[in-house]
């Protein structure tokens, strides 16, 4: 967030440049706005840059677009824009990446001054790509307006909700549809099901860290438990960050949600480009009957439970610091799948991996009996403000026999340090903990019965 200020107070100088530059208006136009450079940026930017959008410009017009040409050109070169983490081999579905045609003209086109052309004449629009869900069945909303406490800066808030439906149900996909637009940075739903190990306990503990504090909600920096270090059995059912309206879980499966469970809704506001505003989020989700589900799924955390002690040390003003977890999965996942029968193994859909603010890269992957490495999720460079959900376009196949892995490295020099209300952090050893000073490294896999 920082950075951009910067380099746009650095563009406003370069737009001031270019102002006094004429340019040839022959009978070629060149590549201009409305033919070549608007439907890219229709297709892959403006879910985000739109006026009360998260991003910090609105991109929808020339007018808006034109200041920001040598930015665009450079963000895009760099690939940093749309914003896109997974790395390595596999196809993922809903990837807005763009190709090296379309980089080139953007390219062009700031070269050549940024040409408006034909308004009348615009090119043909790029088809969006991105993940949606086709059906909302539930919907349940932050249960009060809401405002982020922090005039800038990050807010990350709980809230605790029934689930209404009095019928065993499939959660078959989820979405959000986020209020203040300007304030949600990310949000991610949990779910608590009355039949799992030591939900009573879970529950009330929640329900304590809601009423001990002031206003709607309770404070959550790294999931659904506080700070309070709960292990609750809780798990995930969605997760949301912006360009990414919502997904129907893979065709024939779904994750099971009895009657009397309770859903944890993590919202994580920004206020560094807005003031902040009550906001009354809502989350949603696509329901079917067990009769309609084949492979009964879940969203299935991988981790060392050594980690959760002290053995996930990252050491004061290490440069890189890498922890690793391998093994079968499959007897450390009961306590979080439910019924969900892994015995002779399992499909993966694909990861979201969940590190803090020093965490750099990060990768789970399978290893075969013969020593073949299979990468599900690797992000080259991970950004806390950018975890989310990636779903792999074919499914792979875990057998017995093979090794499920998470490895994540850390940057814990003085120069990575978070930055707060009172300037950057200095180095501490750091280990396991939901806190913003704390670390984690999980990879959360959406995985379902062969
Ligand atoms: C998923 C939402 C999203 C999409 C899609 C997206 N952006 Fe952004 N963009 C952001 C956010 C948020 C920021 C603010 C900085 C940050 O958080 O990374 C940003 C920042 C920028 C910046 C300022 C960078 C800086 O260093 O100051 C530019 C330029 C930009 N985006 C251009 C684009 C272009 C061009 C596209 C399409 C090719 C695009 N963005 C697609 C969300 C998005």
Not at 93 to 103: E, F, K, M, W
Not at 375 to 386: L, S
Request: proline share 8%; net charge negative; with cysteine.
């Amino acid at each position: 967030m920082r950075t951009s200020r910067t380099s746009l107070a650095v563009l406003g100088v370069t737009a001031a440049l270019l102002v006094g530059c004429s340019t040839d208006e022959g009978a070629d136009p060149g590549v201009t706005w409305h033919q070549d450079v608007r439907p890219i940026i229709e297709g892959r930017c403006v879910n985000c840059h739109t006026s009360g959008g998260i991003a910090p410009f609105d991109l929808t017009s020339y007018a808006g677009a034109k200041p920001v040409a040598e930015l665009i050109r450079k963000v895009t070169e760099e690939r940093t824009m749309p914003p896109w983490h997974a790395g390595g081999e596999q196809v993922y579905v809903g990837n807005p990446s763009l190709t090296d045609a379309q980089i080139a003209t953007i390219a062009a086109w700031a070269d050549g001054g940024a040409k408006e052309g034909d308004a009348s004449k615009p090119g043909e629009p790029l088809t969006a790509v991105g993940l949606t869900m086709s059906r909302s069945d539930v919907a349940l909303k932050v249960p009060e307006p809401y405002t982020p406490q922090y005039q800038t800066g990050d807010d990350y808030r709980c809230f605790l909700v029934d689930w209404p439906e009095k019928e065993e149900r499939f959660v078959t996909g989820f979405a959000v549809e986020p209020d203040n637009k300007g304030e949600v940075h990310h949000v991610a739903a949990f779910l608590l099901a009355p039949d799992a190990i030591g939900a009573a306990g879970a529950m009330s503990s929640l329900a304590e860290l809601d009423a001990k504090e002031a206003g709607p909600g309770y404070a959550c920096y790294g999931g659904p438990s506080g700070a309070a270090d709960l292990v609750v059995p809780i798990q995930q059912v969605g997760q949301w960050v912006p360009g990414q309206e919502g997904m129907d879980f893979p065709a024939g499966t779904g994750i099971r949600v009895p009657p009397g469970s309770k859903v944890v809704i993590q919202m994580h506001y920004n206020t560094d480009f807005v003031t902040p505003g009550p906001d009354q989020t809502q989350v949603k989700f696509k329901l079917d009957k067990p009769a309609d589900i084949s492979k009964p799924g879940a969203f299935a955390p991988w981790l060392k439970v050594a980690w959760l002690g002290d053995a996930m040390k990252i050491p004061a003003g290490e440069k890189s610091v890498t922890h690793e977890q391998s093994g079968d999965p499959r007897s450390f996942w009961k306590n979080f799948i439910g019924d969900v029968k892994v015995e002779n193994g399992f499909w993966v859909y694909g990861a979201l991996l969940h590190m803090h603010t020093l965490g750099v890269t990060a990768e789970t992957f399978i290893t075969r009996k013969d020593g073949t490495k299979v990468t599900i999720v690797r992000t080259p460079a991970y950004d806390f403000d950018w975890q989310r959900m990636y779903l792999l376009a074919e499914p792979i196949r875990f057998e017995p026999g093979d090794t499920l892995s998470v490895r994540c490295t850390w940057d814990n020099s003085p120069e990575n340090q978070i930055v707060t209300k009172d300037g950057r952090a200095a180095p501490a050893d750091v280990f396991w903990g939901e806190g913003s000073l704390e670390e984690m490294c999980v990879a959360n896999l959406y995985i379902s019965e062969l």
